[in-house]
Structure formats: C-alpha cells, structure tokens
C-alpha cells in the first residue's frame, strides 16, 4: 500500500484523503470478522476463542480457507513485534487440539466440511497497522505458513489491505509433492507432454508476483497470495484444467479454450475454466493469469 493515495470529489473541489490507523484494534478485527471471506479469502469460525491451557489466552479470529486449511488471524493496531509469536503459539495449540477445531468446523459448516481439514498447511494471519524488516525476515526463519497484512483506513467506512510478507511453511516438503505429481504426470503420459506443460503453468503461476504460495491438495494445486486466484486440477487424458478468480463476463469466452463455470460444481476454485492443450494455449493464457491474480 506504500503510495496509495485516496481522492473525495465534492462540490468545492478534489480533497486527498490521509490513511489513518484505527482507533482500537477491536474496530479492525470487528470489520474483518464481518467481511472475512471477501477480504483475506477465509470463512469465519470464532471471535475471541479461549484456549485451554496452563497459560491460556484467547485467539483473535479462526477461520477455514477456500483449500480447508486452518486459519489463526491476529491484530494489532499498530506496529507489535509480538504478533508474529503470539500467533505462532495459538499455531502449536491448534496443532494439538485438531479435535475441538474440527468440532467449530462441523457446527459451522457440517461434517463433509471437517473432514476436509487440511492439516499438512495451517497457516498464521497477523493483520496490523505495520510491520519492520525485522518482522518479515522473521517469518521466513519458521516453517509455518504465515502472511504478514498491512491495513490502513481511509476516510470513515474504506479499508485498505497489503500484504507485506507471504511464506509457506515445509518448503522443502512442497517440492517433494510436486516432483511426485510430475512423476505420475509422465507416467499417465509416457510422451511427457503433459507433465511439462504442468511444470510450465506453475511456474508461470509462480512468477506473477512476490509472496505466491502453492498448496496442495489431492484434488488440486491451488496457488494463492492470500486468497486463491488459480486452481490447477491434474491432467486429464489430452489436457490440463486450470480455474480463475476472474469474472467470465469481462473475458471473451472461446469454446475448448475458456468455459464459464459459475454455479457449476468442479475441483478448486474460480468461476474461469482456462483448457490447456498445448505451449500455445499457455501463452494465450497468461493474460487471464494475471487478471486473475489482479482480481484477488
């Protein structure tokens, strides 16, 4: 957000309109709660949920992501150097306690839901007015998945959100699991074709912007900056198909190409069906890529 500047038209002219923080911390973490999913890509589970331990505390925000990975969301007003551990030990409680996570789950959401959790990437949301330098070469010294979010108010009723630092936690893990799914892409494929095509759309994913995570689950490779903005399904017998958060309607729809799938049941997320076939269908595809990963 570093140089974001907002403008108010009125009648007397064009005003700037300074960021400012929140008064207290309560007022970012109500607003977020309130609007959860659409801001950080998460479905909200429980404000303020008080861990049993010999230390206690009270956990800020849970929440369940689009891939069902846990979420714990911290905030701080300000700039707190203590967020990041904080957050990092209501982390350890949750790891411990999968059951009474599960349980928030299945109230919430019903049990097909809970048995979804994905506990191989619980991932750490510290929202805060700042963070240091200090703050994010700390994240990337643990193997946990966090993201660090700036916010800023403008005005009385917009907020703006940035995302600092983004890491996903196991790295070396990730690498393992997606050298696996090229080895059983090659061995659907004996020519290979499609294996390199899928090698060559997730680094295309990969290099759109700082801070992309991949995760993946057995259905998927969901790729995301905090919230998803492609889905990479596994290849099928003659081609490969990827799901955008970018809306169909602003995108001329082209059949075997792009499909509008909203509303219609698939694997991973987004309402933009890209079909891939060849190196040239991933070169038309880029664009999409990127309004996508813009969209989110």
């Known amino acids: 957000m570093s140089g974001l500047k907002l403008f108010h ?39 303020e949920y ?13 929440g369940v992501d689009e891939n069902f990975a846990p979420v714990v969301v911290e905030y701080k007003r300000g700039t707190d150097p203590g967020v990041i551990h904080q957050g990092l030990y209501y982390m350890a409680w949750l790891m411990a306690h999968k ?11 019903g049990a097909s839901a809970a048995s979804q959790i994905l506990w191989s990437a619980p991932r ?6 700042d963070f240091t330098r200090y703050d994010a070469h700390a994240v990337r010294e643990h193997r946990r998945s966090i993201d660090l979010v700036r916010y800023r108010y403008f005005g009385n009723d917009l907020i703006g959100l940035e995302t600092v630092a983004s890491v996903t936690g196991h790295p070396a893990r990730a690498r393992r699991v ?12 004996q ?38 903005f492609a889905c990479v399904c596994p290849p099928q017998q003659t081609k490969l198909l990827v799901y955008l958060k970018a809306d169909p309607k602003a995108v001329d729809i082209v059949p075997g190409f792009t499909r509008d799938v909203t ?22 595809a880029q664009d999409l890529f990127r309004l996508s990963y813009a969209a989110v």
């Open 263 to 284: 509303g219609l049941g698939h694997h991973g997320t987004g309402d933009l069906e890209v079909q891939l076939r060849t190196e040239r269908d991933l070169d038309r």
């Open 178 to 189: 997606r050298r696996r799914a090229a080895g059983a892409m090659s061995a659907r494929r």
């Open 191 to 228: 020519d290979g074709t499609l294996a390199e095509l899928a090698e060559a759309v997730n680094e295309v994913l990969l290099s759109l912007g700082d801070g992309i995570t991949r995760v993946q689950r057995k259905q998927y490779a969901a790729y995301q900056r905090l919230r998803n």
């Open 50 to 62: 008080v861990i049993d331990c010999v230390d206690g505390g009270r956990i800020d925000s849970l």
């Open 99 to 109: 059951d009474a996570f599960q349980n928030l789950v299945r109230d919430r959401f």
């Open 9 to 47: 038209t009125t009648n007397s002219g064009v005003t700037e309109v300074p960021p400012r923080l929140a008064e207290v911390e309560a007022d970012v973490q109500d607003l977020i709660e309130a609007h959860m999913e659409t801001m950080l890509g998460v479905r909200f589970l429980a404000s």
């Open 124 to 129: 750490l949301i510290c929202v805060a007015g």
